[in-house]
């Protein structure tokens, strides 16, 4: 992809008083030289699709792996299209840490996305213990070892520790761990956009914008807000 990539994740986030007031702020003021790509709750996917012009994407924040049956809870890729979704989020750190998704499955979810014409926003990224014990490269590795069979997609670099903590990682180290993904994944002869996510602000979008190897960024809690989401969409009209 070209343009820069800016997606909004607002995680288990908003209800549909909340979410129509800022899709509709964004939709409005939002001038788009970007993928701008909004990642809602399963719950406001429709009606975010009912607000947002189509300059504006959908993307849901997961998926299973089976078309369709007996499987209580879960909603597959096909139904994500049905509703309007072009993107799914695979791999976050939540659902791997939180809910133990194991590579193995998350294999399966791309291989199942892509099958259904949804372009994956795979995550890797590591923990701060695995930074401590200077495993970020061996993390990586394993994780992008998930990609098998996958021509092309997006992935965010989202190293765990920056996460939600309001710290982000700093800037040569963003470039130098997007270079290493972008490298392997050349190898395995798969296209990438890489993104970055991890505390995105509007205060630090600015400098990450300026480094052309960064592709775009996954952004958590400041896509809540219409005002520092849409200074974060500024700062990539590069
Ligand atoms: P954050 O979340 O911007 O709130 O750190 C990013 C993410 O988890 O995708």
């Known amino acids: 992809m070209n343009k820069p990539v ?9 209800t549909k008083k909340t979410a129509g007031i800022l899709l509709r702020k964004i939709n409005e003021s939002v001038s788009i030289t970007s993928e701008v790509i909004i990642i809602p709750p399963f719950t406001l996917l429709d009606m975010a699709y009912e607000i947002l012009d189509n300059k504006i994407k959908l993307g849901a924040q997961n998926c299973y792996w089976k078309k369709s049956g007996a499987f209580t809870g879960e909603i597959s890729p096909q139904m994500l299209v049905d509703i309007g979704c072009k993107y799914v989020i695979i791999g ?72 939600g903590t309001g710290v982000a990682a700093d800037i040569a180290t963003i470039r130098e761990t997007i270079e290493l993904i972008k490298l392997k994944l ?36 400041a896509s809540l807000d219409a005002e520092s989401f849409l200074k974060i969409i500024d700062s990539f009209k590069r």
């Not at 800016?6 to 908003?14: G, H, P």
């Not at 193995?104 to 930074?131: N, Q, R, S």
């Not at 002869?189 to 775009?216: F, R």
């Open 92 to 163: 976050h750190s939540e659902r791997r840490h939180i809910f133990g998704e194991s590579d193995a499955l998350l294999h399966k979810k791309l291989i199942a996305a892509i099958d259904a014409g949804l372009t994956p926003i795979y995550c890797v990224g590591e923990t701060l213990e695995e930074k401590r014990k200077g495993k970020r490269e061996f993390v990586l590795n394993r994780q992008l070892d998930t990609i098998n069979g996958i021509s092309s997609l997006i992935v965010a670099y989202e190293p765990v520790w920056a996460i």
């Open 186 to 221: 050349k190898e395995k002869s798969v296209d990438a956009t890489v993104l970055y996510g991890g505390s995105v602000k509007p205060d630090n979008s600015k400098e990450i914008a300026k480094q052309h190897i960064i592709d775009g960024v996954l952004v958590g809690g």
């Open 6 to 14: 800016i997606a909004a994740n607002w995680k288990m986030n908003m």
